[in-house]
């Protein structure tokens, strides 16, 4: 069965492009970067040459990218380098809808003894930019809130909350998991108010396992990882190189189209929506009046479980995701729609399309041609979704 791929919030396919570009450094040019030899030397060249190319797509300077293993391992770096630089201070302010590689890190310090803030969003996961102004003090150590959230799409005026922090804040840090933004949206760290920013290979076409912490010129940090002098002393370990050289050539293909495929990405974003919208009854959009990503749409189906719709899906070769994790038995709605207040009876029903540039108009049309009835079974079969059928 040829799949039909939305789940790119979870993980890219690696463009053919991008895999062309490491292949070489594989079983041919393996050298050792850090090698004195020519061999190592023609490795760190095109390494020089992937940070250019990062460096390009943020709007940085080459000096400002730290290869990293993850997105999550850049949260982690640029929230626990805070709390060193600063550690007088015990204040930490977050979002409730970050990523969980943000939030467990914040819940974990404010079991420390950490003041940690969770900053609440409106019911379109819109943040109250005055509740950041009342929040950041002088025992503020770092401001960490992502560009875009992973299940809903919805973008944050990252650019007003760093102005904020920085009025606010003494010398407070301000760090974004653009994790989602990188590659979807137009970021340029050279007019930011942006200190760190993360970023994750695998949801922009390189592969899983690479990473990136911007780390704006002048900005203090500690490292996470030591014991090498790779990264300029401010990540130990020898270079992922095949990673960071997809992730170079995946930063170049991703500037080269991002403004032409992101206008077709959006439009059949927008005609899925519009599409399911017109033929599903009592279907809302999670975060449809805020600004979104163009390749995210969050739908929540009242009266349907989001797994049971996944499943058959699925059979139908079509890959999305849920807005809900499944924990030993009980099924606990995203801590993103609990935030959001999204109604239980919704928020268990909704699901996520991501789409990429890979995918085609036909795409669009199998899922409006597959979906509304494996609503209506769902709804058939389930005694609250018959009632409310009958209504
Ligand atoms: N932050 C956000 C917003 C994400 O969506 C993800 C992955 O889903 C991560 C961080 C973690 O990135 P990685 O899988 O590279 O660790």
């Known amino acids: 069965m040829n799949e039909i791929y939305m789940d790119n919030n979870a993980t890219t396919k690696v463009d053919e492009a991008v895999f062309e570009e490491m292949r070489p450094y594989f079983c041919g040019l393996y050298g050792n970067p850090s090698s004195m030899h020519f061999f190592g030397g023609q490795v760190q060249k095109k390494i020089d040459e992937a940070r250019n190319r990062v460096a390009a797509l943020l709007g940085a300077s080459p000096d400002e990218i730290v290869f990293t293993a993850c997105g999550t391992e850049s949260d982690n770096a640029a929230v626990r380098s805070a709390l060193e630089i600063f550690p007088d201070r015990r204040h930490v302010i977050t979002t409730r809808v970050e990523h969980p590689a943000v939030l467990t890190l914040c819940r974990n310090l404010s079991k420390r003894g950490y003041r940690v803030t969770e900053l609440n969003v409106d019911g379109e996961g819109r943040l109250d930019l005055d ?65 760190m920013l993360s970023l994750s290979g695998h949801k922009l076409h390189a592969p899983k396992g690479i990473g990136v912490l911007y780390l704006r010129k002048g900005v203090p940090f500690r490292p996470f990882l030591v014991g090498g002098h790779q990264e300029k002393n401010r990540r130990a370990g020898t270079e992922n190189t095949v990673g960071i050289i997809a992730l170079g050539k995946a930063c170049e293909l991703a500037a080269r189209h991002m403004e032409d495929e992101n206008t077709r990405v959006k439009a059949m974003r927008d005609r899925l929506q519009q599409e399911l919208l017109a033929r599903i009854p009592h279907a809302r959009i999670n975060g449809g009046a805020a600004e979104r990503l163009p390749n995210t749409l969050s739908i929540a ?15 139908k070769g079509i890959c999305a995701s849920s807005g809900s994790a499944c924990t030993s038995g009980s099924l606990e709605p995203s801590h993103v729609l609990r935030a959001m207040g999204v109604p239980f009876t919704c928020a268990h029903g909704s699901i996520r399309f991501s789409l990429s540039r890979f995918n085609t108009d036909q795409d669009v049309d199998a899922v409006i041609r597959e979906l509304p009835p494996i609503i209506q079974r769902l709804r058939e079969m389930s005694p609250f979704g018959r009632e409310f059928l009958n209504r």
């Open 131 to 195: 509740e950041l102004r009342r929040a950041v003090d002088e025992d503020t150590a770092i401001v960490s809130a992502m560009w875009a959230n992973n299940e809903t799409g919805v973008v944050f005026p990252i650019e007003e909350l760093g102005a904020i922090v920085k009025e606010k804040g003494k010398g407070t840090l301000f760090h974004t998991d653009a994790v989602q933004a990188v590659g979807k949206i137009p970021l340029n760290m050279a007019t930011s108010t942006v200190d």
């Open 301 to 315: 189906f009242e009266y349907v479980e989001g797994e049971a719709i996944l499943m058959l899906l699925s059979e």
